[in-house]
Structure formats: C-alpha cells, structure tokens
C-alpha cells in the first residue's frame, strides 16, 4: 500500500482554516479533522454553531454539549486528517471507550 490513508493525512492548522466555509467546512475535534460539510444542514443544533467553529477546534464546544454516542460515531465516517504535529489521534467515541471502566 503507499500512500496515507485520508485519516492519518496530516494537516496545519492554516489548511485546516481554508476551510471555513458553508460549502467547504472542516472543524477540529481532539486532534483529528473532519470535513463536515455534508453534515451541516442535518445538525440537531444547527448550522450557525458549525459555520462559527469552521476550520478551528471545536473540541471544547462539542464536548460541553454532551453529545451522545451516536453523534460520536458520526464523525468516524468524516475523518479527513490528523492535526500535523499528531501521528494520530482519538476520535471521541474511542475516548469515551478509554475512559469507560474495563
Ligand atoms: C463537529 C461535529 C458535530 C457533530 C457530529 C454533532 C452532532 C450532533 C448530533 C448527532 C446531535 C443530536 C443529539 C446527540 O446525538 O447528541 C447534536 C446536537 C447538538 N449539537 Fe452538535 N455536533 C457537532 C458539533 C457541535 C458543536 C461544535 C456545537 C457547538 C456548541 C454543537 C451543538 C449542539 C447542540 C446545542 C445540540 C443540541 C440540539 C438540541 O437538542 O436541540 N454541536 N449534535
């Protein structure tokens, strides 16, 4: 295989603010970036949050907002990258897994 798969791609965190717009939305959380643009539009809690955070880390604000499993395993499928100083990074519904008591 050659080549980095699009989620181990490694971004800057100026390339990942390119991407701050309704059509082209990129967001930070823990380390890992999405593009969330195809999921804009379908947000519980809107679209005008998203836009705000658009290429930044959202981590903080997505985490105060207890978001539920299920919106953590939403954002698997919309990995594009890691940030570039991380080899790789946790999705959240791996770290609730870690935190969770064995
Ligand atoms: C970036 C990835 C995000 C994803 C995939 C996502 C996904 C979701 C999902 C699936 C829900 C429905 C409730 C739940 O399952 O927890 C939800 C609700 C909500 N989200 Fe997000 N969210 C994201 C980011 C954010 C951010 C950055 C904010 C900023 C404050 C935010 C604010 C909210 C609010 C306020 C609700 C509650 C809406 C309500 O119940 O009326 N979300 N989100």
Same mark, same amino acid.
């Given at each position: 295989? %050659?080549?980095r798969? +699009?989620s181990?791609?490694r &971004?800057?965190p100026e390339? !990942?603010r390119?991407?701050? %717009?309704a059509?082209? &939305?990129?967001?930070? !959380?823990h380390?890992c970036?999405?593009?969330?643009?195809n999921f804009?539009e379908e947000?519980?809690? @809107?679209? *005008?949050? $998203? &836009?705000?955070? @658009? @290429?930044? *880390? +959202?981590t903080e604000?997505?985490?105060? !907002?207890d /978001? %539920?499993? *299920?919106?953590?395993?939403l $954002?698997?499928?919309?990995?594009?990258g890691? $940030?570039? %100083? /991380?080899?790789?990074?946790? +999705?959240?519904f791996?770290? !609730? +897994?870690? &935190?969770?008591p064995?």
């Amino acid at each position: 295989m %050659s080549g980095r798969s +699009a989620s181990t791609k490694r &971004l800057t965190p100026e390339e !990942v603010r390119r991407h701050a %717009s309704a059509k082209d &939305l990129f967001v930070i !959380v823990h380390d890992c970036v999405y593009d969330i643009t195809n999921f804009v539009e379908e947000h519980p809690g @809107g679209t *005008d949050v $998203l &836009l705000e955070f @658009g @290429g930044q *880390d +959202a981590t903080e604000a997505f985490e105060e !907002v207890d /978001h %539920s499993a *299920d919106a953590r395993e939403l $954002l698997k499928g919309l990995q594009v990258g890691v $940030l570039h %100083s /991380h080899v790789r990074c946790y +999705a959240p519904f791996e770290i !609730v +897994a870690r &935190l969770a008591p064995h």
